[in-house]
């Protein structure tokens, strides 16, 4: 069992796994609100599957699943408001349909038509997907920096696992946030593994209470927890449009699934483990608490799962359809003012065309 | 007409930079209160502010990460790294992100920001402070990398650097950061990826850029009391690359040599010897000849002599060429 040294530190927590309230679960949202938390995770997690699906069936190249993170990220992102700038990693497909990504456009990245960021960042406020570990850390910083400037009060938030917290620009990217007192939230998804190494492997403190040593406030939240994240998230950004600089969120959670389709996650752990952290579902916790709350009943969830079940096949459709992008488009944008050197290569390789 | 150092033009460009567009900022390592540890940034946070002109920490790839940020925020980052041997730590972030973002974004967000790197030996330096990484950037597709050799070119260099959509490696060959120029600083000339004949003749063609530009003018003076009358052209930026420019001098001259401090393997050379083989090889009279730094650490300051090329090595491959 991978139980990091970190298991017993203090966790914010407000329901707990069977559904039931063990904090004040009165986080200022409304009822509606409430409800499209979960219509949310549920469109989220039937996405999910279907792009392990559709990478199965040839449509996508890799794709890394989310499974089990879904309250993580549908909670802290919708926390943010429109202004507010996200800088993901890779596997944040669920907070891309938070904020409005255009989903077909996101896959596009997968499906291996275009690199990071195949939807509108600026237009989206949500960045290129960043595959290269813990750098958009930085650019997070940056970008609220930059935002302070201009005496915004907007903040950014910048998604990243356990295993970006190992790498340099971790460090060099929180210091800075501190220094400079960004309104930039460091929001750490601690899903147990990195690839094939445990969390215990990589780390010996948790990862929030790092906090303290850079001089910003510090949270660990029970990521399977959608309310719990929610609450710790808009903490942080009400924080952070105060004037009161960063925090450093850890969300405790779990990738059920492999690292990516290219990984098979039976050759390091154990089925136990794996089924242990499918007891604290955060679809089953968060669904539960609100029929026992009668905030819903089973034809919301019925319906939820319907809605999500047709949206999927849209996405799938559109996908599927699309076509290869022109091969000029490799020269196109790799400047906006493109050297002779590389106008004379274009024409080399496309001809006239 | 005044005379400048070229650590007085760059601070003019930046201070002019600074005055003319209200969303440039300048930070780095020591660019505040102390103005730089060559003092480039000298009066700047005074002039400017805090908010435009500030002190990081020791972090280079946070200074290269947050010039992502700050552009996709709209600024217009003029970034310092100390020293070119303390610039590696920024590498993952310049190559991954800086000089990827407008093509990763399908031409959607650019990064107009410059990443100035005093760079390049001569200077009795201790180890990591006279390296020339002039090719690691200029291999990564999506950077320009400018060097200037003269005060007034660095000037306008930096200024056109500093208003090019595209991001900019700046290097700044410290040997001439103390040499003279006399003229007026000014924007107006030729952009990016146009080089300079400094000295015309017709023998041979010195091809060089940064400190080295000074080094071949003296050597082609000294070939000059022989009878060689050698033509130097200042590259003045590796990316854009004036090709045209190479291809002229060697038609002319049918005879070049090329000349940097960085090693010989895969060095600028490589790429320039290429180019005349292509556009040129119906009017070579000799083989093209470098003259480089060695494929070796660059050494202690005992020592740096022997490694840079040298006036004496210079005109030798010139008079190798011509004669052959």
């Known amino acids: 069992m991978n139980e990091t040294a970190s298991t017993d530190a203090p966790i914010v927590r407000l329901v707990a796994p069977d559904g039931t309230a063990v904090g004040d679960v009165e986080v200022g949202l409304s009822r509606d609100e409430r409800r499209k938390l979960l219509r949310l995770m549920i469109r989220a997690r039937r996405l999910d599957r279907e792009c392990w699906a559709l990478q199965r069936q040839g449509e996508l190249t890799v794709y890394p699943p989310f499974e089990g993170q879904e309250a993580a990220q549908v909670g802290s992102a919708f926390a943010l408001g429109p202004d507010d700038f996200v800088f993901p990693s890779f596997r944040e497909l669920a907070a891309a349909l938070v904020r409005g990504v255009d989903v077909v456009e996101y896959l596009q990245y997968h499906r291996g038509t275009w690199h990071g960021g195949p939807y509108d960042p600026i237009a989206s406020r949500f960045a290129p997907i960043c595959v290269p570990v813990a750098t958009q850390i930085v650019h997070a910083v940056g970008w609220a920096m930059g935002a302070t400037f201009d005496g915004s009060t907007a903040c950014s938030l910048a998604y990243f696992g356990d295993g970006s917290s190992s790498e340099g620009d971790f460090h060099e990217g929180a210091n800075l946030a501190a220094v400079f007192r960004a309104p930039a939230i460091l929001f750490c998804q601690n899903n147990g593994w990195a690839i094939s190494v445990p969390s215990n492997e990589q780390f010996v403190a948790p990862i929030a209470a790092r906090a303290a040593g850079y001089g910003m406030r510090g949270a660990r939240v029970d990521g399977n927890d959608v309310l719990a994240v929610y609450a710790v998230t808009r903490d942080a950004v009400e924080r952070a449009r105060a004037g009161e600089g960063p925090t450093l969120i850890e969300a405790v959670t779990y990738r059920i699934g492999s690292h990516s389709t290219a990984d098979d996650a039976t050759r390091y752990r154990d089925e136990a483990e794996v089924a242990a952290w499918g007891e604290r579902d955060p679809i089953y916790r968060y669904r539960t608490h609100l029929l026992d709350a009668g905030t819903i009943d089973d034809a919301f969830v019925r319906g939820c799962d319907e809605e999500a079940e047709a949206w999927v096949a849209e996405i799938r459709a559109e996908l599927t359809s699309l076509g290869e992008p022109p091969v000029a488009e490799m020269f196109d944008h790799a400047f906006a003012d493109p050297p002779p050197t590389l106008l004379r290569q274009r024409e080399e390789l496309l001809g006239d065309g | ?324």
């Not at chain 2, 805090?50 to 790839?61: G, K, L, S």
């Not at chain 2, 730590?89 to 974004?105: C, G, M, N």
Request: proline share 6%; glycine share 10%; aromatic share 6%.
């Open chain 2, 1 to 324: 007409m005044a005379e400048h150092t070229m650590v007085a033009a760059l601070n003019s460009a930046l201070r002019d930079a600074l005055a003319a567009d209200p969303r440039t900022l300048v930070f780095g390592e020591d660019v505040g209160a102390l103005g730089g540890v060559f003092r480039v940034t000298e009066g700047l946070q005074a002039e400017f502010g805090r908010e435009r002109v500030f002190d990081t920490p020791i972090a280079e790839a946070g200074i290269a990460g947050i010039c992502v940020g700050l552009a996709m925020a709209g600024w217009r980052p003029i970034a310092e790294m100390q020293f070119e041997g303390f610039s590696y730590p920024a590498l993952d972030q310049v190559i991954s992100h800086l000089a990827k973002y407008r093509e990763r974004t399908r031409g959607r967000v650019g990064m107009p920001a410059v990443i100035r790197i005093p760079s390049f030996g001569g200077i009795r330096g201790k180890e990591h402070h006279g390296e020339s990484p002039e090719t690691y950037y200029a291999h990564t597709a999506g950077l320009k990398v400018v060097v200037p050799s003269t005060p007034l070119d660095a000037y306008r260099l930096l200024r056109r650097s500093i208003e090019d959509p595209d991001p900019v490696i700046f290097l700044e060959p410290k040997g001439r950061y103390w040499s003279r120029e006399d003229g007026d600083l000014s924007v107006e000339g030729p952009g990016l990826g146009r080089a300079r004949v400094v000295r015309e003749g017709g023998a041979c063609v010195l091809i060089a850029y940064g400190a080295m530009v000074g080094r071949c003018l003296e050597a082609a003076t000294a070939l000059a009391e022989e009878g060689i009358e050698a033509a130097v052209l200042d590259l003045r930026s590796l990316v854009p690359l004036d090709v045209g420019a190479i291809r002229d001098a060697v038609r002319s001259t049918g005879r070049a040599v090329v000349v940097h401090e960085a090693p010989l393997t895969l060095g600028m050379g490589a790429e320039i010897v290429a180019r005349i083989v292509e556009e040129a090889f119906d009017h070579l009279e000799a083989p093209v000849a470098r003259v480089t730094g060695p494929d070796v650490p660059y050494p202690p300051a005992s020592l740096e002599l022997r490694y840079l090329p040298s006036i004496e090595r210079i005109a030798n491959a010139v008079r190798t060429v011509v004669a052959y």
